[in-house]
T-cell receptor, first 109, second 114 residues
Framework: GQNIDQPTEMTATEGAIVQINCTYQTSGFNGLFWYQQHAGEAPTFLSYNVLDGLEEKGRFSSFLSRSKGYSYLLLKELQMKDSASYLCAVRDRDYKLSFGAGTTVTVRA | EPEVTQTPSHQVTQMGQEVILRCVPISNHLYFYWYRQILGQKVEFLVSFYNNEISEKSEIFDDQFSVERPDGSNFTLKIRSTKLEDSAMYFC????????????FGPGTRLTVL
């Protein structure tokens, strides 16, 4: 089966940086995704990594190490609207997307 | 910007009744998916669909579930005889390709089984 682990909760101050780690063990690997989900809403795509290294997209960056089964999402210059759940999802060899339980980030003023 | 749409936004049904959840994927996308999220739990894959047939399905997607693309735009999920434990948020997603493309999610249908 798939095993995707990420911290349950993180709290940070407005303007700060937060790093959300994700480790995974899956049957095959065809890419890792990060989604943002506000309460009661659909997941919204943030980033995609399939090769090792850092992908930067504005205030959000995502890193992948396939050999370590590890990724992180870096959120810079935190804003109050960034308070949400951040979902790590891995696409396996059958191209199914398996999600972690999500990390709830609370941004405080 | 193109988006996935879903109807209804909220469906309340009695246990044992059939429900059909509807989705309109992004128009040029070829791969379609259903996921569910029980309140407070993680998003779970149900089924993927391509070229008018199921590509992959999870253990959750048993004989009570079926999917259909009845016309060129709609993609439906049917639950034949709903159970209390089917209460969840159901998300439809679509992508242009399977191997390289991102899946875009619809706003979801909240299903409540009484």
């Amino acid at each position: 089966g798939q095993n995707i682990d990420q911290p349950t909760e993180m709290t940070a101050t407005e303007g700060a940086i937060v790093q959300i780690n994700c480790t995974y063990q899956t049957s095959g690997f065809n890419g890792l995704f990060w989604y943002q989900q506000h309460a009661g809403e659909a997941p919204t795509f943030l980033s995609y990594n399939v090769l090792d290294g850092l992908e930067e997209k504005g205030r959000f960056s995502s890193f992948l190490s396939r050999s370590k089964g590890y990724s992180y999402l870096l959120l810079k210059e935190l804003q109050m609207k960034d308070s949400a759940s951040y979902l790590c999802a891995v696409r396996d060899r059958d191209y199914k997307l398996s999600f972690g339980a999500g990390t709830t980030v609370t941004v405080r003023a | 910007e193109p988006e996935v749409t879903q109807t209804p936004s909220h469906q309340v049904t009695q246990m044992g009744q059939e429900v059909i959840l509807r989705c309109v994927p992004i128009s040029n996308h070829l791969y379609f998916y259903w996921y569910r999220q029980i309140l407070g739990q993680k998003v779970e894959f149900l089924v993927s669909f391509y070229n008018n047939e199921i590509s992959e399905k999870s253990e959750i997607f048993d004989d009570q579930f079926s999917v259909e693309r009845p016309d060129g735009s709609n993609f439906t999920l049917k639950i034949r005889s709903t159970k209390l434990e089917d209460s969840a948020m159901y998300f439809c997603a679509s992508s242009f390709e399977r191997s390289t493309d991102t899946q875009y999610f619809g706003p979801g249908t909240r299903l409540t089984v009484l």
